[in-house]
């Protein structure tokens, strides 16, 4: 049963550029949420997708976009790069069953020059 | 606005003893999903344990338990026996349901001592 994966594993990125981030989630679910965990503090949630819109999003400027597609799996956009955009990406995944359980990915780890 | 609160930074425990971290959280819900997350240095996080509120009983699963008080509203996580592999960040998360804005403490850096 494969698990949440992600990809890639690392990247590095100048300031304003773009950058995408690819998840797949774990086989079975349909909800994939996307986290930002700056190094030193906990994850903090950006959005979550659910039957390819956005269901939700927390306190992230539109920089950040995202997209489901119909296989469920998901991309993170950022736009416009800052430096302290530097931060590990976690994706995590769940069923539209038990969307309050979420399981989460290896990470993408993201540094901005 | 809900917040987790871990006062831990770092703790430290020998080999096969216990250990209990701390976590307490701030909500006006009645309802919700308390989660501890284990993450060790290869970065996964790894679901460690999941307690709902509206559950007396305490959450067990093998050698983690929790200890649930709603009204104090306080979550904490024992360890018994521990071993080398529960070396890891420990990060204690609050959801309402339905609300999938997860959130998150700050993390307990434990070690575990040979």
């Known amino acids: 049963d494969a698990g949440v994966t992600q990809s890639p594993t690392h990247l590095i990125k100048t300031r304003g550029q773009q950058v995408t981030l690819r998840c797949s989630p774990k086989?079975?679910?349909?909800?994939v949420s996307w986290y930002q965990q700056a190094l030193g503090q906990g994850p903090q949630f950006i959005f979550q997708y659910y039957e390819e819109e956005e269901r939700q999003r927390g306190n992230f400027p539109d920089r950040f976009s995202g997209h489901q597609f119909p296989n469920y799996s998901s991309e993170l956009n950022v736009n416009a790069l800052l430096l302290g955009d530097s931060a590990l990406y976690l994706c995590?995944?769940?069923?539209?069953?038990?969307?309050?359980?979420?399981?989460f990915g290896p990470g993408t780890r993201l540094t901005v020059l | 606005a809900q917040t987790v609160t871990q006062s831990q930074p770092e703790m430290s425990v020998q080999e096969a003893e216990t250990v209990t971290l701390s976590c307490t959280y701030d909500t006006s819900e009645n309802n919700y999903y308390l989660f501890w997350y284990k993450q060790p240095p290869s970065r996964q996080m790894i679901l460690v344990i999941r307690?709902?509120?509206?559950?007396?009983q305490n959450a067990t699963e093998n050698r983690f338990s929790v200890n649930f008080q709603k009204a104090a509203k306080s979550f904490s996580l024992k360890i018994s026996d521990s071993q080398l592999g529960d070396t890891a960040m420990y990060f204690c998360?609050?959801?309402?349901?339905?609300?999938?804005?997860?959130?998150f403490g700050a993390g307990t850096r434990l070690t575990v001592k040979p």
């Open positions: 086989s079975g679910h349909d909800t």
């Open positions: 307690q709902e509120a509206y559950k007396q």
């Open positions: 995590a995944s769940s069923s539209g069953q038990d969307t309050d359980t979420q399981y």
């Open positions: 998360a609050f959801n309402p349901p339905n609300n999938n804005d997860m959130r």
